[in-house]
């Protein structure tokens, strides 16, 4: 089993739409899979439960201390279960910091989702959200989505920072699995010249690029996959090309 955040420190850059595609696409392979919805906007628990965040799950487990069986539900997609965050998510990450619970609460807590399902994807909250560096200390991995714009690519940097002070202050942090360029438009001299800079500093760590498309927009706003949509769409084939690239590092 393998816990994956998907984060950047520059928030708009897509990674609920990446959590939720790469989830559906590692279902369709025969995995089992949970997203975690850490971020207190719960747009993947909208996108999985057809706008119902309605359920605090985060909060009935850090501080209600309810089990995980209890609170993992479902997702309309076959194969993949969601721990449902709303904005409870969010007043429960700063009740732990009130509480000064130990730095590794959450990554304790989310502890027995190893037996539950072969991948975990945690769908992480904005930087400056309070438990962003707990909720990242959880994971395995770290996948970085980033936009070809100045301020996206400086996220980048900063994720690199965040692993390494995690590692020293606490002995262990996730590794850095990849750098996907999102919403990249390959058309604009901004976007090929910051890509190439950005297989400069990262090498084999960039992964294959998503084109920007209104499609993956309306995936969401219709509750539905690019896999269900439009199979044949080139971010479609983009998409899978990552989902592979998860499998042949983590299960080769």
């Given amino acids: ?27 369709r392979q025969g995995r089992s899979v949970i997203i975690v919805d850490a971020d207190p906007q719960g747009n993947a628990t909208a996108w999985a439960l057809d706008g ?22 479902p997702s309309k997609w076959d194969g993949v279960d969601i721990l449902p965050g709303n904005a409870a998510t969010g007043e429960a990450m700063i009740v732990l910091a009130t509480l000064r ?18 991948y975990v994807f945690l769908d992480m ?5 309070a438990g ?15 936009q070809l714009e100045r301020l996206s690519l400086q996220g980048v940097s900063l994720m ?18 990849g750098v996907i360029p999102n919403m990249v438009r390959k058309n604009t001299l901004e ?23 209104v499609r993956l927009s309306e ?11 439009e199979p044949d769409h080139a971010v479609t084939h983009a998409l899978t090309a990552i989902g592979q690239r998860i499998l042949s590092n983590l299960e080769a």
């Fill in 101 to 118: 619970r130990p730095f590794d609460s959450v990554a304790t807590a989310l502890k027995p989702l190893d037996a539950m399902a072969d």
């Fill in 160 to 177: 690199a920072d965040t692993v390494k002070l995690l590692s020293s202050e606490f002995g262990r942090a996730p590794a850095l699995l």
């Fill in 219 to 229: 995936a969401s706003a219709y509750g539905a996959t690019l896999f269900d949509l």
């Fill in 52 to 73: 119902d965040v309605s359920a605090d799950g985060l909060w009935r487990l850090l501080i209600g201390r309810d089990p995980l069986s209890a609170i993992v539900r």
């Fill in 1 to 27: 089993m393998s816990t994956i955040a998907i984060a950047n420190q520059k928030g708009g850059v897509g990674k609920t739409t990446l959590t939720v595609h790469l989830a559906c696409w590692l279902s």
């Fill in 125 to 129: 909250p904005p930087s400056r959200a």
């Fill in 132 to 146: 962003f560096h707990e909720t990242l200390f959880a994971a395995d991995f770290l996948l970085v989505p980033t």
């Fill in 191 to 213: 976007h090929q010249e910051n890509l190439r800079e950005l297989v400069q500093t990262f090498g084999q760590l960039v992964w294959p690029p998503v084109a920007l498309t």
